[in-house]
């Protein structure tokens, strides 16, 4: 029997490897995807507005992806959602087999240097986005906070989840822009957390997604349970046309450019993206997958029962959003950064 040396082995094995990869590489998106698990990863907990989106996705994407992949949603929380979004970036395979949702601030989160942040908001290849994202700051009706001028005069507890997500972000810039005294009692697991602290009395208010609030508590505002005391949003939602837009509290142009560069992020809003490095037909095959998804009369009719609005934006033109929210001028990035409460690195 003869024995060859052991190093003469591995240029078998890479050869074998880049033989396989180069097959994979050449398999048409329904070659690719046919029997395969597609995961659709969610940067939350399980129950709050951006789980009930990633699971309605997750429901009805499968049939339109090439292949028909079997799709599981998988929660992946922690950290405001950059747990999940640092993962995509870095640990999971770069094959197009996921697609994940995570803060609509990511990409200022990166160009701010937030603490946590190991990702390159752009190099992600963004999918599509079913609707913008109005966050919202309540007070519970006995809080003596029922307005946003009471907000700028009288400290209100609000119960707050991971520093990175916009629960706690946008009260923090209305203290740091507009002179809010919220103070945010830090470490609930979740919106739906947050909100029954707000319901048993722990805290006076909470932010957080208008969409997320309809859901877990769709009697709160028509009983008149709370006050809504400011939008997060460039203009007004049809749905909250009495309550002013952080955009139009600003008293001065300084403050309204701050702002409005911070509130961007509603516009990217439940935005999908998938790993960076994924091949060009995988993107275009996922990217035509949403936008069937977002015209499908099962989803839309399972959107209209669960009370979420749909108004779609294409991942082309997600992408160039998340570029121009990237590409903020010095001067402005450095107010933004106050605004957060930000250290630059």
Do not use: C
């Not at 240097?113 to 079913?130: D, H, L, Q």
């Not at 957390?193 to 505002?221: C, D, N």
């Not at 998340?322 to 106050?338: F, M, Q, T, Y």
């Amino acid at each position: 029997m003869r024995f060859f040396p052991r190093l003469s082995i591995i240029p078998a094995i890479l050869f074998l490897a880049a033989s396989a990869a180069a097959e994979t590489a050449a398999q048409t998106p329904d070659q690719f995807y046919k029997g395969k698990n597609f995961d659709v990863v969610i940067g939350y907990p399980p129950g709050g507005s951006n789980d009930t989106f990633a699971r309605l996705i997750a429901r009805h994407i499968g049939k339109h992806i090439p292949g028909n992949p079997s799709v599981v949603p998988r929660n992946m929380p922690g950290a405001g959602s950059l747990l999940a979004v640092n993962q995509m970036y870095n640990t999971i395979s770069k094959d197009g087999t996921s697609i994940a949702i995570g803060a609509p601030t990511l990409a200022l989160d990166e160009k701010l240097g937030t603490s946590g942040v190991r990702f390159k908001t752009a190099e992600f290849n963004w999918i599509g986005r079913i609707d913008s994202l109005i966050n919202v700051v309540v007070t519970w009706k006995t809080s003596p906070v029922k307005t946003f001028a009471d907000a700028q005069k009288t400290e209100a507890k609000l119960s707050g989840t991971g520093a990175g997500s916009t629960v706690s972000i946008y009260p923090t810039v209305m203290n740091n822009v507009l002179g809010t005294k919220f103070k945010l009692v830090m470490g609930y697991r979740g919106s739906n957390e947050a909100m029954l602290a707000l319901e048993r009395g722990e805290v006076e208010g909470h932010s957080t997604s208008w969409t997320a609030l309809k859901i877990a508590h769709p009697t709160w505002r028509p009983e008149k349970l709370i006050n809504i005391l400011v939008q997060f949003a460039l203009k007004r939602d049809p749905e909250l046309l009495d309550v002013p837009t952080a955009v139009e509290l600003a008293r001065n142009d300084e403050e309204r450019k701050i702002l409005s560069a911070i509130m961007a992020a509603s516009e990217i809003g439940t935005a999908f993206f998938t790993t960076p490095e994924v091949p060009a037909d995988r993107v275009n095959a996922l990217r035509r997958a949403f936008d069937a998804t977002m015209k499908d009369s099962e989803f839309l009719s399972e959107a209209q029962k669960l009370q979420v609005a749909i108004t779609p934006m294409t991942g082309e033109d997600l992408q160039k959003l998340v570029a121009s929210v990237s590409d903020l001028p010095p001067d402005l990035l450095e107010k933004v950064r106050a605004a957060y409460g930000a250290k630059a690195n």
